[in-house]
């Protein structure tokens, strides 16, 4: 299998790509045949050795990617071989409040990321492509989706008296966002 490392943090040049042993999936696991991976801003920013948050050298760069099912470990219900999905973006929230130890399991600054032919990931930090999706496209939300939903809760969670008014695009991947939030009386 090939997959591409980070050995320092100055530039491309310290990119490189190896041979490594095929993994297999064990109990709760899923491999996936990576088809499409997208570039973030913080994979730049580790790239450069400018992201805030730690990262480690000798680690699979890239926080986003979709691909096919290839094979699952035992305990795998969700997910068969032929699914097409994609990462989330934090691997181990999985709902509620933030955990204070998100930054923990960063796909590409502290766990390995999806620069990867195959890659083992937890059947709960994937989702299932839609058909309407390509690899690519589905490989671009990720980190997306977690921007728009940051940028609409702010840190506060949305209620049934709250109002948002999305503003999109027909043509994707080019989606505009605006948004009104009204805030119940205290």
């Not at 097409?84 to 502290?110: L, T």
């Not at 299932?128 to 589905?138: F, G, K, N, Q, T």
Request: glycine letters at 8%.
């Amino acid at each position: 299998m090939k997959a591409y490392r980070l050995h320092a943090f100055s530039g491309l040049e310290d990119l490189k790509l190896r041979d490594e042993d095929d993994p297999r999936p064990q109990r709760g696991e899923v491999l996936v045949q990576v088809h499409a991976v997208s570039l973030n801003f913080c994979d730049i920013a580790t790239l450069r050795g400018r992201y805030p948050l730690p990262h480690h050298k000798r680690l699979i760069p890239t926080s986003d990617g979709a691909g096919e099912v290839v094979e699952v470990g035992a305990g795998v219900d969700d997910f068969k071989a032929g699914d097409r999905v994609m990462g989330i973006f934090h691997p181990r929230w999985y709902g509620g409040r933030m955990p204070p130890n998100v930054s923990q399991f960063g796909y590409g600054s502290e766990i390995d990321g999806w620069l990867v032919e195959r890659k083992l990931v937890s059947q709960e930090a994937l989702v299932r492509v839609p058909d309407s999706l390509s690899y690519e496209e589905a490989s671009t939300l990720p980190c997306a989706a977690l921007t728009a939903w940051s940028a609409l809760t702010m840190g506060v969670a949305i209620r049934c008296d709250h109002t948002v008014l999305p503003k999109g695009r027909a043509v994707f991947p080019f989606l505009r966002f605006s948004w009104r939030r009204r805030l119940a009386p205290q």
